[in-house]
């Protein structure tokens, strides 16, 4: 063997090493059992494979832009206040399409000046434009705006992780998506009650503890007819959270009149844990940090005999009387269930989404089909591996040998990327590894063709073997190329699964490259080395 | 052609005793010479799932029957201990106050699995998973409100229930313990009965003491879910339009990769033997009521690629052939290309046919969608790059001499930018 060809040979088998090392690992035993469990290991599968659920959310960005735009309108009124500056109207024209519009009317012309340098200092964010008749556009610009969203995102991905991983799930996805706006991809291999989970992602948990002005009502009616039909300044009416079959009222509703400014909010949480009230009921602790128990503690000592409403999510959870000054911790009862209590704390713990969710997608494969799956694909990929492994031995005999062994090595080397890389396995993907067998050999049925070709046409078979070769190689590559493309295309488009596809075709074909030509050609130069001149070749 | 046979015999005699197998050798059929029979053939089968995905549009508004993924929906896969009764179930549901509901056998049917799919106006993104949980409390036959359903608990609501009653009066290690036995009773369940169990015996090897105790509070319903779909419209309007444009811009791509390696007749002429396999398949899909689902684009796709393949390695042969003989008829070549590389296009795709059909036959129901598309795709893209697309070259040559008003005696087509180095040696 000359030295070139050994150290080729070398290569090879060093290649083969490595990716088989990407298979297994180093198994701890080589049993049929021991070398199955650390493919397990290697080999992540994709939840068709194992089962599990794929869940597509909606982060509706519109409310955090509104909460941005609620904001802004509060500050433009104080500072507007203290500049002096008069407005018939401040309001959101479009809160469902263009949150982030704020009109303003009735500003006299010669206050415009106060009113630009206003929003120009005081919200750097937002553009104030001229309308008509005295009136002013606030919107956000558009950098702001598409900036807000995003973060909206993030955070909302950030807060449904930590829950997730609160929750103990093994494993989980949560990433951006990709194919759609705003929206969140979240896939949980194996969890036990899918309602509950998705309950707990969804919650806003927006906490904020509020001042009581007056209340309960037992409808918006009778809370505006006792204030003559309008809510006093900087409040809000709020529903309570309904106490079925209490009082004379039928529906149960309660309404309340709460100050439009929080004292303090979620994000002034430092713990929360689930722990008992004086009644042994289920209720949920909370401790605040330094900066919101100085406010807090600054609220209630001078608030002492005045009421305190615990909302959440915009319901009014509970109504308390201060008995006196509370600096930093707090507790949340209502009608808990144990397990709420735990969720709450937790939810809260977690901290509060920046915008509601609204899922999309929702895709759950059982255990039982995911093991039916692996079963059927193994067994359509032995099936088509043994027929086509048979077939190019009958067909070309000694160079049959050649291809198959090519071929073994193809799949070794996209196993063990799949190993290596992390990347999942799915079942369209086991479907990529099948469809692998099918194209990978058409390299070596190109090459053995055209050598049988040349051989017909008088070469002898060191020539034909290189004529053959190297006519193959651009039709091989032109083939593999446009296969690639519309796995590339699949991969930008696919989801899910269908990524799985399109990885496995790719890395196969890619693999295919270096061992149907580059490997294949080995074995056929070690082969021809032996050769004795007017030799046939076995093809 | 008579130097070609000279050298064929020669090569013959020198190899003699080698009785090497081979299908197709110095085949020499005139591919052309049955161009209408080609486009009589193309033509039907197009028409056909033309005018069947036409009948549809007009019936149902979608040309092509949708799966759950593109047309929105819910879909629940349900199997059940014993022969599922449609009827029955069908009252059950309606009871619950679904009507519409399609009931589909899957599989094979001793496997009692049936699918359950809701319309699009069932499933709202304000309340995703309503119609899923209508269906199975619809199925839910709860004897008796205290008890749960084995059948559809997880096993950490087994866990934690034997936590509680301690059957086994485990010491310490409790929590493991009975971990291990609802892992166990759930494995039984789900991976030898599929995902439903019909009586508490069926528990081998659970303690008999766990098994007692779970009867006290567990009843056996008579189905197990073993998938659950629901995509929202916003969601199936999302993945209708990205299946629609992957497939466009992987053509548009091919397109433009033969246009670089050949010239731009040779990409359009793959691409459009491309489109019609594509037209094909799809019209297969109709004819034969299959549903279109997101593993099925992927399938085409590939189909896409694969067809390409062959039409590729004719052209090649072509392009090569067009600076060989110059002295030929385009038609000539094209039909010598065709003949030369006939034994490796029906090999390789009779190769990748048998793995596909392997998928096919034992793939099974997931995948049957995706195994059928390529099963007829890869018969069409191989029938394509020889009936359509080398045609299509010949056609075209011809066109552009009369226009000239030459004769097509002599191949005028572009021969391609001289990119290989193979002709070097």
């Given at each position: 063997m000359n030295k070139n060809l050994l150290w080729k040979t070398i290569f090879i088998v060093a290649v083969m090493l490595v990716f088989l090392y990407g298979i297994f690992g180093v198994p701890s035993s080589f049993s049929g059992q021991g070398l199955l469990a650390s493919i397990q290991n290697r080999i992540h599968l994709g939840l068709d494979l194992r089962g599990g659920t794929h869940l597509i959310l909606q982060v509706m960005v519109n409310d955090a832009v509104k909460a941005d735009a609620d904001n802004a309108i509060e500050r433009l009124k104080s500072e507007m206040r203290t500049a002096n500056i008069n407005y018939s109207e401040i309001s959101q024209p479009d809160p469902q399409n263009n949150a982030d519009r704020i009109s303003i009317k009735g500003v006299a012309p010669e206050q415009s000046a106060d009113l630009r340098r206003i929003v120009q200092d005081r919200l750097p964010e937002y553009d104030l434009a001229s309308g008509p008749e005295n009136s002013w556009a606030v919107a956000m610009k558009p950098s702001a705006l598409s900036e807000l969203k995003n973060r909206a995102v993030a955070q909302a991905i950030e807060t449904i992780r930590n829950r997730i991983d609160q929750l103990g799930v093994s494993e989980p996805?949560?990433?951006?998506?990709?194919?759609?706006?705003?929206?969140?991809?979240?896939?949980?291999p194996g969890v036990d009650d899918l309602a509950r989970v998705k309950e707990i992602m969804q919650s806003t948990a927006m906490l904020e503890i509020r001042q009581e002005i007056s209340g309960p009502f037992s409808s918006e009616q009778q809370a505006l007819q006792q204030n003559n039909g309008v809510l006093p300044p900087d409040t809000v009416l709020m529903r309570g959270k309904s106490v079925a079959g209490s009082g004379s009222d039928r529906s149960g509703d309660q309404w309340f009149i709460l100050s439009r400014a929080s004292a303090v909010t979620g994000r002034d949480l430092r713990d929360a844990t689930p722990t008992r009230d004086e009644n042994n009921r289920p209720a949920v602790r909370f401790v605040l940090s330094s900066e919101g128990g100085r406010r807090f503690g600054a609220f209630t000592g001078s608030h002492v005999g005045d009421r305190l409403a615990v909302v959440l999510d915009n319901k009014v959870q509970e109504v308390a009387t201060i008995q006196e000054q509370i600096k930093d911790e707090g507790r949340i009862t209502g009608q808990f269930t144990e397990q709420q209590s735990k969720d709450l704390s937790m939810i809260l713990r977690s901290g509060a989404l920046p915008a509601g969710i609204r899922y999309l997608e929702e895709r759950t494969v059982g255990p039982s089909l995911g093991a039916d799956s692996i079963r059927h694909g193994v067994m359509a990929a032995i099936i088509g591996l043994v027929a086509v492994l048979a077939f190019m031995l009958i067909y070309y005999r000694g160079s049959g040998i050649n291809a198959d062994l090519a071929l073994i090595l193809n799949l070794i080397i996209l196993l063990g990327f799949l190993g290596f890389s992390g990347a999942t396995l799915t079942l369209p993907g086991i479907a990529g590894v099948i469809l692998t067998v099918g194209m990978g050999v058409d390299s070596n049925v190109l090459i053995f063709e055209r050598i049988r070709e040349e051989l017909r046409n008088g070469k002898t078979p060191p020539s034909a073997v290189d004529q053959g070769f190297s006519h193959a190689w651009v039709t091989i590559v032109d083939t593999h190329v446009t296969t690639i493309v519309s796995a590339f295309i699949l991969f930008l488009f696919g989801t899910g699964a269908v990524r799985g596809f399109a990885v496995t075709l790719t890395f196969g074909l890619l693999a295919n490259l270096f061992t149907a030509v580059f490997v294949s050609r080995v074995i056929f130069d070690a082969h021809l080395n032996n050769h004795r001149a007017g030799e046939a070749l076995s093809i | 052609m008579l130097l070609f046979a000279a050298t064929n015999f020669r090569a013959a005699g020198r190899r003699k005793g080698n009785n090497e197998v081979e299908f197709f050798r110095n085949?020499?059929?005139?591919?052309?010479g049955k161009k209408w029979y080609f486009l009589a053939f193309s033509l039907i089968f197009s028409v056909a799932g033309l005018i069947s995905m036409?009948?549809?549009?007009?019936?149902?508004?979608?040309?092509?029957?949708?799966?759950?993924?593109?047309?929105?929906?819910?879909?629940?896969?349900v199997k059940f201990t014993k022969p599922p009764n449609d009827s029955e179930i069908r009252g059950k549901l309606e009871k619950s106050g679904i009507r519409d509901a399609k009931l589909q056998r899957i599989g094979n049917v001793a496997n009692n699995e049936l699918l359950i799919s809701l319309d699009i106006k069932e499933t709202s993104e304000q309340a995703l998973d309503a119609g899923k949980n209508k269906i199975i409390n619809a199925l839910e036959p709860n004897p008796d409100q205290t008890k749960k359903d084995l059948n559809n608990a997880s096993a950490q609501t087994i866990q934690e229930f034997l936590l509680t009653q301690d059957p086994l009066r485990a010491g310490t290690d409790a929590n493991q313990q009975y971990q291990a036995i609802a892992q166990?009773?759930?494995?039984?369940?789900?991976?030898?009965?599929?995902?439903?169990?019909?009586?508490?015996?069926?528990?081998?090897?659970?303690?008999?003491?766990?098994?007692?105790?779970?009867?006290?509070?567990?009843?056996?319903?008579?189905?197990?879910?073993?998938?659950?779909?629901?995509?929202g419209p916003q969601v199936g309007k999302q993945l209708q339009q990205q299946a629609w444009r992957a497939v466009l811009y992987s053509l548009v791509g091919m397109l433009v990769y033969l246009w670089f390696r050949f010239e731009l007749i040779y990409g359009i002429a793959a691409v459009v033997a491309v489109f019609h396999d594509t037209l094909i398949t799809l019209g297969a899909f109709s004819l034969t009521d299959k549903e279109i689902s997101l593993t099925v684009i992927a399938a085409i796709l590939t189909l896409v690629g694969y067809s390409m393949n062959d039409t590729i390695v004719v052209f090649d042969r072509i392009r090569e052939n067009i600076k060989l003989l110059r002295r030929e008829s385009l038609a000539e070549i094209v039909n010598k290309s065709i003949n030369q590389t006939l034994s490796r296009t029906i090999l390789t795709s009779g190769l990748t046919f048998l793995t596909v059909l392997s998928l096919f036959l034992f793939g099974g129901e997931v995948l049957h969608g995706f195994s059928f598309a390529l099963v007829i795709g890869i018969i069409i893209g191989t029938y394509s790059s020889i009936a359509v697309a080398a045609p299509m070259l010949v056609a075209y040559q011809e066109w552009r001499a009369k226009k000239q008003?030459?004769?097509a005696q002599v191949a005028t087509l572009p021969a391609a930018k001289a990119r290989e180095k193979v002709r070097a040696r």
């Open positions: 996805v949560i990433e951006e998506h990709g194919l759609g706006e705003y929206q969140i991809l979240v896939q949980l | 085949t020499n059929i005139d591919f052309l036409g009948h549809r549009w007009a019936s149902t508004g979608s040309p092509l029957p949708l799966s759950v993924d593109f047309r929105g929906g819910t879909l629940v896969y166990q009773i759930v494995t039984i369940r789900d991976k030898n009965f599929g995902g439903a169990i019909g009586s508490f015996d069926q528990l081998n090897g659970v303690p008999a003491p766990a098994v007692q105790s779970l009867q006290q509070a567990f009843y056996l319903s008579d189905f197990g879910v073993r998938n659950v779909e629901i995509v008003g030459q004769t």
